[in-house]
């Protein structure tokens, strides 16, 4: 699977979230960046507290209240893989676990990329690969890169689209790439395999324009797998 | 508590006890069977307000209520909630003069006399009442 195929995947499990209240309101307003559609339904009065049905593609997967949703979306995005998680977040964060954004800023898709870095730091192994489409893009992050791969038993690839005039990239603790795979150029790409955790991520992005970016990140097992064969 | 010397709360069609015929009243043992359950009265109370529903939409009110007490309700239980709606809980309300079954498909609140649907309201509003204060 391409990294465009696991983009496109990403977008077909797109989830249906109908929002069961008196008034439609402002819910949904601040989701466009995810990968979830809004219906509303009307309640008639002395109905229940306002509440939100999560489906796919016709399934019905779960429940939640409307302030737990809203909560959920709310920036800043509760810690996805946090021990104090409470309940209706992790079941949220499982059913809702792919993001597909049209438009993200570089430093948007840093914040992104620093969230699946640090967590590959807590985990402390497995793999963790990362594509950086020029070498000062990947000069900008070396130190990270380095600290990852020396404080952590994490097995480290980094992939840097080849140029010309580029002088040796020679690194002791992480494997540095240099093939010219029309996927390293072409995406900004981090990866975490989860070392055998459930904490496994990946985001996958093109960019569109100057400063912006189309792509998605996921916490889905299979997708992240499609992922590292797509670049490793 | 209402206001004024009148005992009878707004929403309560005095007159319309006093005019409705003998066959207007649903046997109350049936009436009284068909509420004596929160998820039928949770059914009967949406569909007196929203006049008609699929019966999936009926099963997410059921769920949407449960949710303050849980957190999270899972596929399992909200597939228990539909088959119990469709073998027990719509066929009692059906039998009570509460609901009928459209031909589309719809559930919609039945056009039963106004005494029959005064009792659903008040039986709603003491369940609801009695369920708050119990949560206090």
Not at chain 1, 74 to 94: C, T
Not at chain 1, 117 to 127: L, M, S, T
Not at chain 1, 185 to 203: E, I, K
Not at chain 2, 21 to 44: M, Q
């Amino acid at each position: 699977m391409s990294l465009r195929a696991v983009v496109d995947a990403a977008a077909r499990r797109r989830k249906t979230l109908v929002h069961y209240a008196p008034d439609a309101g402002d819910f949904g307003d601040g989701f466009a960046a995810r990968n979830a559609d809004v219906q509303h339904r009307p309640l008639p009065e002395r109905g229940p507290p306002p509440f939100v049905v999560v489906r796919e593609n016709g399934d019905w997967l779960g429940a939640f209240s409307a302030a737990d949703i809203e909560a959920f979306f709310e920036p800043p995005h509760p810690d996805h893989d946090s021990a104090a998680l409470s309940e209706p977040y992790r079941a949220l964060a499982d059913l809702l676990d792919d993001t597909v954004f049209g438009s993200l800023s570089r430093r948007q898709l840093l914040a992104t990329s620093r969230e699946i870095e640090d967590r590959a730091f807590r985990v402390g192994r497995g793999e963790l690969h990362a594509g950086f489409q020029t070498l000062s893009a990947f000069d900008a992050q070396r130190d990270t890169y380095r600290r990852l791969a020396a404080e952590t038993d994490l097995d480290v690839h980094v992939y840097v689209a080849p140029e010309a005039t580029a002088p040796g990239l020679r690194e002791n603790s992480l494997t540095v790439h240099r093939e010219a795979s029309p996927e390293v150029s072409r995406y900004w790409f981090v990866a975490f395999d989860g070392g055998g955790t459930d904490q496994q991520c990946a985001l996958v992005a093109e960019q569109t324009g100057a400063d912006s970016y189309e792509g998605a990140w996921t916490y889905d097992p299979e997708l992240v797998e499609s992922v590292l064969s797509a670049v490793a | 508590m209402p206001e004024g010397d009148e005992p009878s709360r707004e929403d309560f069609s005095a007159d319309a006890w006093d005019e409705a015929a003998a066959e207007d009243f649903v046997d109350p043992d049936v009436l009284f069977d068909a509420l004596a359950d929160p998820t039928r009265r949770r059914v009967a109370q949406h569909l007196d307000g929203a006049g008609d529903a699929t019966i999936e939409e009926l099963a997410d009110v059921v769920v949407g209520w449960r949710l303050s007490r849980e957190r999270v309700i899972e596929a399992a239980e909200r597939e228990r909630v539909l088959t119990a709606l469709h073998h027990s809980h719509l066929p009692k309300l059906a039998d009570a003069g509460l609901l009928r079954y459209d031909s589309d498909g719809r559930m919609a609140r039945a056009e039963t006399a106004a005494p029959v649907w005064d009792v659903v309201r008040v039986a709603c509003e003491y369940a609801n009442h009695a369920a708050a204060g119990a949560g206090e």
